[in-house]
């Protein structure tokens, strides 16, 4: 059986550790603790090491996902976990336009550690102060449309899109393959 491991990284508040919950065949393992800074304005819980999750995904393919923590100061974390990983996903919080530089800084740590297919969910779309997609696209300096990841809208409490969402990040994975076969 082969198994995949994908990582779910983001900023604080981004939808993680849901967007696991929301498929995972078994009871979410997590690492929340009570959070001591700027995160409990946020939330009262946080991500501190790492979310575990599985999902079967067909009969010889089970996909393995780890959520990251969202602040900067356990960055050794996301090494750890983009490392051997087969791609990842990066969340936007579409309604918090502070966070985007956040992202854009985690988008830079990972492609500096691995080249690996990616795609960015943009999450809280449905929020009054939501940013268009386009608008997000351009504010983390994805302005190139041909050097450009998938940007998806996505509702991380909703299965149904969290299945859509890792649908579109197996197919990067398989596209990226697929080219590096044929050279």
């Known amino acids: 059986m082969e198994i995949m491991k994908l990582v779910v990284t983001g900023p604080v508040g981004a939808g993680k550790s849901t ?3 929301a498929v995972s065949e078994i009871e979410v393992v997590d690492t929340d603790r009570q959070a001591t800074d700027e995160t409990g304005l946020l939330k009262s819980k946080t991500t501190v090491a790492f979310d ?8 010889e393919m089970a996909l393995h ?8 100061r356990f960055d050794f974390m996301w090494e750890d976990l983009i490392n051997k990983a087969h791609a990842y996903i990066l969340l936007v919080p579409a309604h918090r336009p502070s966070e985007f530089r956040k992202a854009h800084l985690i988008y830079r740590f990972m492609i500096e ?4 297919p990616m795609v960015v969910g943009v999450t809280h779309l449905d929020c009054e102060e939501a940013w268009p997609l386009e608008n997000i696209e351009i504010a983390l300096g994805f302005t190139d449309k041909i050097e450009h990841p998938p940007f998806i809208p996505l509702n991380a409490t909703e299965p149904a899109s969290v299945i859509r969402a890792l649908m579109i990040l197996i197919n990067q994975y398989i596209q990226a393959r697929s080219v590096c076969a044929s050279q």
């Open 65 to 72: 996902l780890y959520g990251t923590p969202g602040q900067a």
């Open 52 to 59: 575990f999750g599985r999902l079967q995904f067909g009969p």
């Open 113 to 116: 550690r691995a080249q690996l």
């Open 19 to 21: 967007f696991i919950r």
